[in-house]
């Protein structure tokens, strides 16, 4: 018979008052260790009535910015400081986290596109079906820190979805400008729905708020503290943070709109990639975005990519060496409700 329960458990009991720390335990059985599971750190501070939160990090292995922003934010926060519960999902593919790594090592699962996840399938579609079956259930908000990740590098920004309800999609605005990333924007649903902790968010009636924070696969210094600052901003504006935290106020944010393939440039072809623009800048439709060199045959005249509208550049690729489809950059436009 099919599973439908998680194998995975958890060290903490969710429903217990104060903070604790522990590990959710992922029976794996492997060569080295018979009997051995992947401990997925996990935490959890509660303290009476209020927002119940998940706040979840590492969903891509190699997006540092959120799991060193919520681990500080995890070590400085005491049960007196919280009204109703966080959780913390600091390294949540923690293999991936583990490796640095956008996917896991050990069944190269997308964490990100593995929702709504199986409790028989590998172990990253185990984490996926016990976020979504067990925590998220459990849970009012989900804010889930992303950055670029090796391939690409970000100008730090919040990130929602675009909410049919007008109330919804007031309080996502009031949670990205509580944020203040330097730049923010609203994702157009992909047609046909998507395998994202956002479309699971969305099934289970949980308010959700993303990130980009810079990317490159290394930890920059402005994204951090963003995220350490903006996520103590958002808890404090939806009352999950008690008056006697500090929280610095939010500095502007540049509110965009990603909607449509046109916002995106990918490569027509592999080669070296010679980026034109950089993030933050402000294009024209038709503008050159970059080069593709062949250095297989660098007597042939190089390729051109053009940016199909304008924009503001919100990401770029950062690995000079590129294949055919893979993304070079995006662009988002002011906001339209
Ligand atoms: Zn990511």
Not at 47 to 67: F, K, T
Not at 191 to 212: C, P
Request: proline share 6%; hydrophobic share 40%; net charge negative.
């Amino acid at each position: 018979m099919a599973q439908t329960t998680s194998r995975i458990t958890s060290e903490i009991d969710f429903n217990r008052e104060g903070k604790q720390v522990g590990f959710l335990r992922l029976p794996h059985s492997v060569h080295r260790s018979a009997y051995g599971w992947i401990p997925i750190p996990v935490a959890c501070i509660g303290n009476g009535s209020g927002p119940r939160v998940l706040l979840m990090a590492g969903n891509h292995g190699d997006e540092y910015e959120g799991q060193v922003a919520l681990s500080r934010v995890l070590r400085e926060t005491e049960a007196a400081d919280v009204r109703g519960r966080l959780v913390f999902l600091t390294s949540a593919n923690f293999p991936a986290a583990l490796a640095g790594t956008r996917t896991s090592p050990i069944d190269d699962g997308n964490l990100n596109r593995s929702f709504p996840g199986d409790p028989d399938g590998g172990v990253t579609a185990q984490i996926a079906f016990y976020i979504e079956h067990v925590l998220l259930p459990q849970c009012d908000y989900v804010f889930d820190l992303h950055s670029g990740g090796s391939s690409l590098m970000y100008v730090p920004s919040g990130l929602c979805r675009r909410h049919d309800d007008p109330a919804r999609m007031a309080h996502a605005l009031a949670l990205l400008t509580a944020f203040g990333a330097p730049m923010s924007y609203v994702a157009d649903a992909p047609q046909g729905g998507d395998r994202t902790l956002t479309a699971a968010a969305s099934r289970r009636g949980v308010m959700h708020m993303g990130s980009e924070l810079g990317g490159g696969g290394t930890l920059s210094i402005g994204a951090l503290r963003t995220a350490q600052e903006g996520i103590r901003r958002v808890l404090r504006l939806i009352g999950a943070l008690g008056e006697g935290v500090a929280v610095p106020p939010a500095p502007a944010t540049r509110l965009l709109q990603v909607r449509g393939a046109d916002y995106f440039v990918y490569a027509g072809d592999g080669g070296l990639f010679e980026p034109l623009v950089d993030v933050g800048d402000e294009v024209a439709a038709g503008q050159e975005a970059g080069i593709i060199h062949f250095h297989d045959t660098p007597w042939r005249e190089p390729a051109t990519a053009l940016f199909r509208r304008a924009g503001t550049v919100l990401c770029k690729r950062m690995p000079c060496r590129t294949e055919r489809g893979d993304c070079l950059f995006h662009l988002g436009t002011p906001y339209e409700a």
